[in-house]
């Protein structure tokens, strides 16, 4: 019998026993809501076998209808857009020196890597056109004597600190003193430079100059790391193998072996480059002692791209893999003579001659196929139509014979070699010299320029000259070469910019090193025409004392033109973005390094 008087437990959560049962024999909506659901798992027993195959068939139809309308969806609805990620690797012959924007004149490899680490006021695009970089803009007064640049006020070092006004004023003053050596101080002659504010910097110089604005590319230095680096202490520096510019990639990582060789460079993106980008992740620099090893690796997949690129390597490119870029550059290959190294160099018939037997044509068209064939020292100028019109030492045997002949000359023993028979008074005595027609012909170890030398061997045997080929690395080239000027031929290229200036490779004043007037021509008339051109905004006018100066040059022949080179280089189909139509140094490749990608994503259209 129930007792109503006795009350009811109270349940833990408040209600009554009573509560709780009630409250317990009910489920929640949730449980109610996988009931519902889990009575379709027991289908498929309910169904004959025959059926649930059916049945399988026509769920694994849907759903796959499902994903592929989605994916249609997807595709229809989003594009893709470039995404950081990935790593470039490329090959180079060698190793980094100086990787200082004030020395990077004379190393491709230093300048590769300077061009990524460091910014400059101004840039080029991979079309040839400048573009600003650290500059926000900049104003050129009437006269065309003051130039303001403002900067931008987002650029940062790899440090931390800000770029400024006084950065830029130290980079132009280092270059200027000539304590420190720079190959780059001819440009800056001349040419003040001071702060307006902490975001202005003002150049004045004494005369028009117009191809100035090519002066802003060079790579600017933060101050406050150099600053306290002495002149004698600074190609020497730490900071050159570990820079800290403001450019679109920082220094990550060298590896050595045990001699202190430098074989792999690794760069990381900046994640705080103001001009956005850039989106590759890392890229890797390999260094190869010689042509070949490069090659063997980048066949094996090792590396992705490689410069210099070989116009013979084209037919190992498949184009499902390879993008080839083929650019214009304003750079010049020709002949150059030193008289100060030879006797018989210095009789300019001896000079004709070889002029005169050397088939540039076949040269281009049938050795080296990626070049075109020049008459002129100066690469092709706006409006120039390039014609062989200037041309007054056509490919000539007979002429190249007659010439040796007249600078006495002659092959009378029959070897195949001229001799020179002179009769010389020593004291009392009558000698007779003897002097063979024997040349040392020096030029890089590249394979399209030793083949070229090759030629030039083969064709100059054929009149009597006795001719040995020196075929030595860049690096070599360079510092036991060029710099001392210690040639007798030397087969080399003279890289001029956006704008041509042929002030440093033919004034008076850069016939010492770090100048490149390395055959010492010495004319007061072609000095004069070279400081005219640099002063001449009118580029008919450029062009009248560019004529001049290209006759005063003929007149002397310490140099014979042979081709304007293109610049081949080569990106894996996984590399997108580039866009390389024409440079002025190799090191302009990558000009637009910002754009390249590997790496996408998809977003909504």
């Not at 609805?77 to 190793?95: C, D, I, N, S, W």
């Not at 230095?221 to 004698?232: A, F, I, R, T, Y």
């Not at 092709?380 to 010439?403: K, M, N, P, V």
């Given at each position: 019998?129930?007792?109503d008087?006795?009350?009811?437990?109270?349940?833990?959560?408040?209600?009554?026993?009573?509560?709780?049962?009630?409250?317990s024999?009910?489920?929640?909506?949730?449980?109610?809501?996988?009931?519902?659901?889990?009575?379709?798992?027991?289908?498929?027993?309910?169904?004959?076998?025959?059926?649930?195959?059916?049945?399988?068939?026509?769920?694994?139809?849907?759903?796959?209808?499902?994903?592929?309308?989605?994916?249609?969806?997807?595709?229809r609805?989003?594009?893709?857009?470039?995404?950081?990620?990935?790593?470039?690797?490329?090959?180079?012959?060698k190793?980094?020196?100086?990787?200082?924007?004030?020395?990077?004149?004379?190393?491709?490899?230093?300048?590769?890597?300077?061009?990524?680490?460091?910014?400059?006021?101004?840039?080029?695009?991979?079309?040839?056109?400048?573009?600003?970089?650290?500059?926000?803009?900049?104003?050129v007064?009437?006269?065309?004597?003051?130039?303001?640049?403002a900067?931008?006020?987002?650029?940062?070092?790899?440090?931390?600190?800000?770029?400024?006004?006084?950065d830029v004023?130290?980079?132009?003053?280092?270059?200027?003193?000539?304590?420190?050596?720079?190959?780059?101080?001819?440009?800056?002659?001349?040419?003040?430079?001071?702060?307006?504010?902490?975001?202005?910097?003002?150049?004045?110089?004494r005369?028009?100059?117009?191809?100035?604005?090519?002066?802003?590319?060079?790579?600017?230095?933060?101050?406050?790391l150099?600053?306290?680096?002495?002149?004698?202490?600074?190609?020497?520096?730490?900071?050159?193998?570990?820079?800290?510019?403001?450019?679109?990639?920082?220094?990550?990582?060298?590896?050595?072996?045990?001699?202190?060789?430098?074989?792999?460079?690794?760069?990381?993106?900046?994640?705080?480059?103001y001009?956005?980008?850039?989106?590759i992740?890392?890229?890797v620099?390999?260094?190869?002692?010689?042509?070949?090893?490069?090659?063997?690796?980048?066949?094996?997949?090792?590396?992705d791209?490689?410069?210099?690129l070989s116009?013979?390597?084209?037919?190992?490119?498949?184009?499902?893999?390879?993008?080839?870029?083929?650019?214009?550059?304003?750079?010049?290959?020709?002949?150059?003579?030193?008289?100060?190294?030879?006797?018989?160099?210095a009789d300019?018939?001896?000079?004709?001659?070889?002029?005169a037997?050397?088939?540039?044509d076949?040269?281009?068209?049938?050795?080296?196929?990626?070049?075109?064939?020049?008459?002129?020292?100066?690469?092709?100028?706006?409006?120039?139509?390039?014609?062989?019109?200037?041309?007054?030492?056509?490919?000539?045997?007979?002429?190249?014979?007659?010439?040796?002949?007249?600078?006495?000359?002659?092959?009378?023993?029959?070897?195949?070699?001229?001799?020179?028979?002179?009769?010389k008074?020593?004291?009392?005595?009558?000698?007779e010299?003897?002097t063979?027609?024997?040349?040392?012909?020096?030029?890089?170890?590249?394979?399209?320029?030793?083949?070229?030398?090759?030629?030039?061997?083969?064709?100059?045997?054929?009149?009597?000259?006795?001719?040995?080929?020196?075929?030595?690395?860049?690096?070599?080239?360079?510092?036991s070469?060029?710099?001392?000027?210690n040639?007798?031929?030397?087969?080399?290229?003279?890289a001029?910019?956006?704008?041509?200036?042929p002030?440093?490779?033919?004034?008076?004043?850069?016939?010492?090193?770090?100048?490149?007037?390395?055959?010492?021509?010495?004319?007061?008339t072609?000095?004069?025409?070279?400081?005219?051109?640099?002063?001449i905004?009118?580029?008919?006018?450029?062009?009248?004392?560019?004529?001049?100066?290209?006759?005063?040059?003929?007149?002397?022949?310490?140099?014979?033109?042979?081709?304007?080179?293109?610049?081949?280089?080569?990106?894996?189909?996984?590399?997108?973005?580039?866009?390389?139509?024409?440079?002025s140094?190799?090191?302009?490749?990558?000009?637009?390094?910002?754009?390249w990608?590997?790496?996408?994503?998809?977003?909504?259209?």
């Amino acid at each position: 019998m129930q007792n109503d008087n006795i009350p009811a437990s109270r349940a833990p959560n408040g209600g009554t026993d009573r509560d709780r049962m009630s409250y317990s024999s009910e489920p929640s909506p949730t449980q109610a809501r996988w009931l519902r659901l889990h009575k379709y798992f027991y289908l498929p027993r309910l169904l004959a076998p025959q059926e649930r195959r059916k049945a399988f068939f026509l769920a694994l139809i849907f759903v796959s209808f499902g994903v592929f309308f989605a994916g249609r969806l997807y595709v229809r609805f989003t594009v893709p857009v470039p995404a950081v990620g990935g790593t470039y690797r490329e090959g180079l012959l060698k190793p980094p020196r100086t990787i200082n924007p004030v020395y990077a004149f004379a190393n491709d490899t230093d300048r590769d890597i300077a061009k990524l680490v460091f910014s400059r006021l101004v840039t080029y695009d991979g079309n040839g056109n400048p573009i600003l970089d650290l500059a926000e803009n900049y104003e050129v007064s009437p006269d065309g004597k003051i130039y303001t640049v403002a900067l931008r006020k987002n650029a940062f070092w790899h440090d931390g600190k800000k770029v400024t006004a006084d950065d830029v004023v130290f980079t132009v003053k280092t270059i200027q003193n000539p304590a420190y050596k720079s190959p780059f101080i001819a440009n800056w002659q001349g040419v003040q430079v001071e702060k307006v504010d902490e975001y202005a910097i003002r150049f004045t110089l004494r005369a028009p100059y117009s191809p100035f604005l090519e002066n802003l590319t060079v790579g600017i230095l933060p101050k406050h790391l150099w600053e306290g680096v002495q002149p004698e202490q600074a190609v020497l520096h730490e900071l050159n193998t570990k820079p800290v510019g403001s450019g679109p990639y920082r220094f990550d990582r060298f590896v050595q072996e045990r001699d202190g060789s430098i074989t792999e460079y690794r760069l990381s993106r900046n994640p705080d480059y103001y001009r956005g980008g850039p989106y590759i992740s890392k890229i890797v620099f390999a260094f190869y002692a010689s042509f070949e090893t490069l090659l063997a690796d980048w066949r094996k997949g090792r590396i992705d791209g490689f410069n210099p690129l070989s116009k013979n390597i084209e037919e190992e490119l498949n184009a499902d893999k390879f993008t080839l870029f083929t650019a214009e550059t304003p750079r010049v290959f020709g002949v150059f003579f030193n008289p100060q190294k030879s006797e018989v160099l210095a009789d300019k018939n001896v000079r004709t001659a070889i002029a005169a037997a050397i088939p540039r044509d076949s040269i281009t068209n049938y050795i080296l196929g990626n070049a075109s064939p020049r008459r002129s020292p100066f690469p092709l100028f706006y409006g120039s139509t390039g014609t062989t019109s200037r041309d007054t030492l056509a490919f000539d045997i007979e002429a190249a014979a007659s010439a040796l002949t007249r600078a006495g000359f002659k092959d009378e023993d029959n070897d195949g070699i001229r001799e020179k028979k002179e009769t010389k008074r020593e004291g009392k005595k009558t000698v007779e010299k003897i002097t063979p027609l024997s040349l040392t012909l020096t030029t890089s170890d590249w394979p399209d320029l030793l083949r070229a030398a090759e030629v030039i061997q083969q064709n100059l045997g054929a009149v009597g000259i006795d001719v040995a080929i020196e075929g030595k690395p860049i690096s070599d080239l360079e510092s036991s070469v060029i710099r001392p000027r210690n040639f007798q031929i030397l087969l080399f290229g003279q890289a001029y910019g956006y704008e041509p200036d042929p002030f440093i490779f033919w004034h008076s004043s850069q016939t010492k090193d770090p100048g490149l007037n390395i055959v010492s021509f010495n004319d007061k008339t072609a000095d004069k025409i070279l400081e005219e051109i640099r002063t001449i905004p009118d580029r008919d006018e450029r062009e009248k004392r560019l004529d001049a100066l290209e006759n005063r040059l003929n007149q002397e022949l310490l140099m014979l033109p042979l081709f304007a080179e293109y610049y081949l280089y080569v990106l894996p189909k996984s590399v997108q973005g580039a866009s390389i139509k024409f440079i002025s140094l190799p090191s302009d490749r990558f000009n637009d390094i910002t754009s390249w990608y590997i790496d996408t994503k998809r977003v909504l259209k």
